[in-house]
């Protein structure tokens, strides 16, 4: 009998090493699953066991700069061309060529440039909550409501002040964005928990921090993508979701209003829908 339990290992991709959470069949179809802010790998928790039951190989990294994977320091070492290096990196050390891609929030950053920049190595790639990066700062420009719902990446580029702020009281202000942003009961105390140590360790809240510094670097993306995607209604307001279907030539696209996996009321969900899309068509 094929175990579906969760299997945990460092994985050493390329200059990095990498905690990685595996489950399902090792021969199964590879879909990598990529986390948000400040998410690391528990935010897929409720999709990881559905996908490893229908017979994919599940792999969950926990991004650089996030929970016990490495921190490298400086701004620079987390520019998206070192974050997308990272992925594939990763498939490379487990002896993957194609596979599935999923990013939720920063994580569907990331795999916009990986749709853009490597298709080759991907089956499918589904996005979640996640605008196309170029759409994105075009609208953050032109939209003072966007731009005032955004203003916290602004926030994040001070150095030392958000440390202090979001570290505070063990991180008390994380703990409640994660619970307001999400639908009531979602996290179960012992799940705080879990976040909070991940966020209490050494270097790790500058780390995360440094993917919105990195932005002042990021390169250009304006390749054409085909991608099922979401976008939700909490952070980036929905009138760009034309501008984003404009980008990248979609078979279909589903909205959902929310910004967490977890805030979803049938988590579910978001898994019949992704299946859907990596599932091969006849």
Same mark, same amino acid.
């Given at each position: ?50 996908? %490893?039951?229908? *017979?994919? $190989? ?5 991004? +650089?700069?996030?929970? #016990? !994977? ?93 440390? %202090?702020?979001? *570290?505070? $009281? ?5 703990? +409640?964005?994660?619970? #307001? !942003? ?101």
């Amino acid at each position: 009998m094929i175990s579906l339990a969760p299997e945990h290992q460092f994985v050493n991709a390329g200059s990095i090493r990498l905690h990685v959470v595996q489950a399902g069949p090792a021969l199964g179809k590879p879909v990598m699953l990529l986390h948000g802010f400040p998410d690391f790998w528990i935010g897929w928790r409720r999709q990881i066991g559905t996908l %490893a039951s229908a *017979g994919y $190989r599940v792999i969950v990294p926990d991004q +650089r700069g996030y929970n #016990t !994977s490495d921190k490298p320091e400086g701004i620079r070492e987390y520019t998206l061309p070192k974050l997308l290096g990272d992925v594939f990196a990763l498939a490379d050390a487990l002896g993957i060529g194609r596979f599935h891609l999923a990013g939720h929030d920063w994580g569907g950053i990331v795999a916009w440039a990986a749709g853009a920049k490597l298709p080759h190595r991907l089956d499918k790639l589904v996005i979640l909550n996640a605008p196309h990066p170029e759409v994105l700062f075009t609208h953050v420009l032109r939209s003072p409501t966007q731009f005032l719902r955004s203003s916290y990446a602004v926030f994040f580029q001070s150095p030392l002040l958000p440390e %202090a702020v979001l *570290g505070a $009281r063990r991180s008390a202000l994380l703990a +409640r964005a994660l619970r #307001t !942003s999400s639908r009531e009961g979602a996290f179960e105390e012992e799940e705080i928990a879990e976040y909070r140590q991940a966020w209490e360790r050494p270097g790790a809240l500058t780390s995360m921090l440094n993917w919105y510094r990195a932005l002042r670097f990021r390169p250009s993306l304006k390749e054409r993508i085909t991608f099922f995607g979401w976008e939700g209604g909490a952070v980036l307001r929905l009138g760009t979701v034309d501008t984003c279907a404009r980008l990248a030539d979609r078979k279909r696209r589903r909205a959902l209003t929310s910004w967490r996996l977890a805030s979803l009321p049938k988590p579910q969900i978001v898994i019949s829908l992704a299946m859907q899309s990596i599932q091969p068509s006849f």
